[in-house]
């Protein structure tokens, strides 16, 4: 389970919403070793797209 902590720089659910996916992602990727492929698969999502998610939460191996 993960907890979320409301900071002042969440100003409403978008934020939120963004922070857990951005956590949600980094841990499947990292449990995929940062194969896109498969994670994309585990997703049912195009690789692309998780392609450019990773750029758009600016995600980076081993970060936590």
């Given at each position: 389970?993960?907890?979320?902590?409301?900071s002042p720089?969440?100003?409403?659910?978008?934020?939120?919403?963004?922070?857990?996916t951005?956590?949600?992602l980094?841990?499947?990727l990292?449990?995929?070793?940062?194969?896109?492929?498969?994670a994309?698969?585990e997703?049912?999502i195009?690789?692309?797209h998780?392609?450019?998610?990773?750029?758009?939460?600016?995600?980076?191996?081993?970060?936590?």
């Amino acid at each position: 389970v993960t907890v979320i902590k409301w900071s002042p720089e969440m100003s409403g659910w978008t934020d939120v919403r963004d922070k857990i996916t951005r956590q949600y992602l980094q841990k499947l990727l990292d449990r995929h070793g940062w194969n896109r492929t498969h994670a994309a698969r585990e997703l049912g999502i195009p690789r692309e797209h998780v392609v450019r998610l990773i750029k758009r939460y600016q995600l980076s191996r081993g970060e936590r």
